[in-house]
């Protein structure tokens, strides 16, 4: 079946301006997550879903990044005035359920804030 | 301090070796332990799942966790050019907490 997808694949943007990443999970999975890929800096975790429960934000390094999920499916991750710091691949990825395992990865978006 | 600790290498090896990847953990919560792979410019493919203490085998990898002493290892027998690759070990009780990935590269 079809893996976890992402778009767009590559994101180049001034700074300022706002940004939209989709996510489109394997199709089943309730427990969704967001992450961040810099050079130096490994895979971050930003914020997850799981089903309709309130979703763990506790990653998000400030106010400008938000998240939803709509149908328990698609997710968008929305950067506002994105600055140079923000500049990194962000990649998403589900699972079958609330536990940790197994989570399956998309390829990413290479968000890149000149 | 980081919750999980890898070291970045690199790690060159020759084709045929036998590789030890390995990462140390502080946080006694963690329950679940995982390696994935990377690839240059891809997401993360996930090659080994365990939750309890002990090994697991699956083809020419064998993944070890030692909670007692929290440290997990990951080997790779008869070593293949195509192995070449960040491997990245990761843990939770839910959202992954990760290493920052050893870079490897088997040579011919």
């Known amino acids: 079946g079809a893996g976890v997808s992402q778009s767009p694949s590559n994101k180049v943007t001034e700074k300022g301006k706002d940004v939209e990443l989709r996510c489109d999970p394997i199709s089943g999975h309730t427990a969704l997550y967001w992450y961040r890929q810099s050079l130096g800096q490994g895979l971050e975790f930003l914020i997850y879903f799981q089903g309709n429960s309130a979703p763990d934000k506790s990653g998000l390094p400030s106010d400008r990044f938000s998240a939803e999920r709509t149908g328990g499916s698609v997710s968008t991750l929305t950067i506002q005035r994105t600055q140079q710091e923000d500049s990194a691949v962000y990649l998403c990825?589900?699972?079958?359920?609330?536990?940790?395992?197994?989570?399956?990865f998309g390829p990413g978006t290479r968000l890149t804030v000149l | 301090q980081k919750e999980v600790e890898q070291d970045p290498g690199p790690l060159s090896v020759p084709e045929g070796a036998i590789v030890s990847l390995n990462c140390t953990y502080s946080?006694?919560?963690?329950?679940?332990f995982m390696w994935y792979r990377q690839y240059s410019r891809k997401g993360p493919e996930l090659l080994m799942y365990?939750?309890?203490?002990g090994n697991k085998e699956d083809g020419r990898f064998t993944a070890q966790v030692d909670k007692s002493s929290k440290y997990i290892s990951l080997f790779i027998r008869d070593s293949q050019p195509s192995d070449s690759a960040t491997y990245l070990c990761a843990m939770s009780p839910y959202a992954l907490n990760f290493g920052k990935g050893t870079s490897l590269l088997v040579t011919p």
């Open positions: 365990t939750y309890s203490s």
């Open positions: 990825a589900s699972s079958l359920a609330h536990s940790g395992r197994e989570q399956f």
């Open positions: 946080n006694s919560a963690f329950q679940y």
